[in-house]
């Protein structure tokens, strides 16, 4: 059955990476249609393939699908990351009916109104440490890749998809620290603009919460969550999370298909 919302957001979904779920995120796309369909940064991850070439057939579908719905009469609006920041050399550009932007701000059913931004021009580490954004993205990578022959083996257990990566980065106390500055640091710079709320990606975890009065919105991720933040035709905004319905994982369909990749995938680009 397909549902219909208003909006839906999505971002990092990191295609050319084999952390992407993409599989996941083309059921979903398949099963949901909007109004608007907003893509909030590392859509396509240039960082990645720019190391080495990975692109799977299933990403090339999900791009194909995006464009289907853009042409089908669905507004999609791209608001390029830190991943993909070579598109932000294009805006304000439209390719496919996809209009490319720097941010928007978008109005609820209900009135309110929120800013769009993927997250990264208010990350410090992103701003002024970049040498420091991509260890700390090699870093999260290897840790992706443990993710994968873990739940490779959860699968053989007959286990459905569970995140150890995601788990482990909300349990260490720096990385919970970080995501509280960011959170409020986004969420003051929606006062600034007397917005209603801000709309977000960028660090991977889905969250809808009230920071001091500004409602923060971060639709999460399709490589560990397989998340996205919808909003309902009342204007009531919530996330989806697409694993709690489905247990596909394109990675560990990899695995069934030639074990050997275990121990490829295991090591850094």
């Known amino acids: ?57 299933s990403h090339n579908d999900v791009v194909q699908k995006i464009l289907r719905k853009a042409r089908k009469g669905t507004k ?12 932000r050399d294009y805006v304000p550009m439209q390719f496919g009916g996809i209009s490319l932007v720097d941010e928007m701000i978008h109005i609820t059913a209900d009135g309110r109104k929120f800013l769009i931004v993927h997250g990264d021009a208010l990350d410090g580490v992103v701003e002024h440490a970049k040498w420091l954004a991509h260890l700390g993205d090699w870093a999260y990578n290897v840790m992706l890749t443990v993710n994968l022959v873990f739940n490779w083996g959860r699968r053989k257990l007959g286990y459905s998809y569970w995140s150890l990566s995601a788990y482990l980065k909300h349990k260490v106390k720096n990385a919970v620290n970080f995501i509280s500055a960011f959170e409020a640091t986004l969420a003051d710079e929606a006062r600034k603009r007397k917005l209603d709320g801000i709309i977000c990606g960028h660090i991977h975890k889905a969250e809808v919460r009230n920071v001091e009065g500004i409602l923060y919105c971060n639709d999460g991720d399709w490589v560990e969550s397989c998340t996205a933040l919808v909003e309902d035709w009342n204007g009531q905004l919530f996330i989806v999370h697409w694993t709690d319905n489905h247990h596909l994982s394109s990675t560990q369909e990899d695995f069934d298909e030639n074990p050997d990749n275990i121990g490829r995938m295991a090591a850094p680009d």
């Open 76 to 87: 999609v609006y791209y608001i390029p990351g830190n991943h993909d920041e070579v598109l």
């Open 1 to 57: 059955m397909t549902k219909h919302y208003r909006a839906i957001w999505i971002s990092d979904v990191h295609l050319g990476t084999r952390g992407c779920k993409a599989e996941f995120l083309l059921d979903f796309l398949r099963c949901h249609e909007s109004e608007y369909l907003y893509l909030v940064g590392d859509i396509v991850d240039g960082w990645r393939l720019k190391k080495s070439w990975y692109w799977k057939q």
